[in-house]
């Protein structure tokens, strides 16, 4: 049976960022928009850190009595490593889509957008069947697409919606900024996994563009969105803060085009999460400060 410390790292709190990160930008939407509601940010918190944690397990499970795990590279997995039986994991999962799944109803009648509920439906399926299922679409090369809409697009915007209503165009380039840099952590982990993800049919976007076009491809999400903060500043000037978090990615962008691998990309997933965070704060103060600039 597996004890407290194994099932903290089955939770990969490495991948939380991915959880804060949208809700941070979100939130500094909402304050920039004149709106303070600690609250409705806390709840978006629960049931983004609820999804990410509740995903992991959900994955850990479906890889796991897959085969896929047998032979990993990066952290513990309880199923693959059988530190843990399969259905306890996947009850893991299960109560963290509840614990998701209550936070976000209370936040949807807080804020009265009841159309949320089906988004919200249609995140816990989507992170059940990208491993789960007969037909996972993270083996089929679609994981980026779902994690750029889920943790990008519906994160933030989601946020901001429960939170001051309609968001803006600032907003909007906070949500993209997120969605890639969040698909630049899922890339360095599958950058990773090529080889053994090959062995075990996982048919991962990195496995189909190959080592090389990864790299480049990693490269190019932690890129964009800089790219997408000095645009911005042409419009806010306190957006130009999210420029602070470049010398992070410099250093990411150098170690994954310099030929990082296995253990060494643990290291880069976990500093592309730190990147993120860091993107997301200074975009947050920046989105806030908008307000009175």
């Known amino acids: 049976m597996a004890n407290l410390a194994q099932w903290i790292e089955g939770a990969r709190p490495r991948t939380l960022p991915t959880a804060v990160a949208p809700v941070l930008v979100g939130t500094g939407a909402a304050l920039g928009a004149g709106t303070v509601a600690p609250g409705r940010a806390v709840l978006a918190l629960i049931v983004a850190v609820g999804l990410v944690i509740a995903v992991n397990f959900a994955n850990d499970y479906s890889d796991g009595i897959r085969g896929t795990d047998d032979d990993r590279v990066g952290p513990l997995r309880l199923v693959g490593s059988k530190a843990a039986a399969p259905a306890t994991v996947r009850t893991a999962a299960f109560v963290g889509f509840a614990i998701a799944g209550l936070a976000g109803l209370t936040l949807v009648s807080l804020s009265r957008q009841w159309w949320l509920i089906a988004v919200g439906a249609v995140c816990i399926a989507g992170a059940w069947f990208y491993t789960g299922g007969k037909r996972p679409y993270g083996y089929a090369g679609l994981g980026e697409v779902a994690v750029f809409v889920f943790f990008g697009l519906v994160g933030v915007l989601g946020t901001v919606i429960t939170q001051s209503g309609a968001p803006g165009p600032l907003a909007i380039v906070g949500a993209v900024g997120v969605g890639v840099l969040t698909c630049a952590v899922l890339v360095a ?31 190019a999400l932690v890129v964009l969105p800089f790219v997408l903060t000095a645009l911005s500043g042409l419009r806010s000037l306190p957006m130009l803060l999210g420029l602070l978090a470049l010398p992070l990615a410099v250093v990411q962008i150098r170690r994954v085009l310099g030929g990082a691998d296995g253990r060494k990309l643990i290291r880069v997933l976990r500093d592309t999460g730190l990147l993120l965070l860091a993107w997301s704060a200074a975009t947050a103060v920046g989105l806030t400060l908008g307000l009175v600039v």
Request: no cysteine; glycine share 6%; hydrophobic share 40%.
């Open 189 to 219: 982990n599958n950058l990773r996994d090529i080889p053994t993800d090959e062995v075990a049919g996982k048919r991962t976007l990195a496995v189909l563009l190959g080592d090389a076009d990864t790299r480049r491809f990693y490269a």
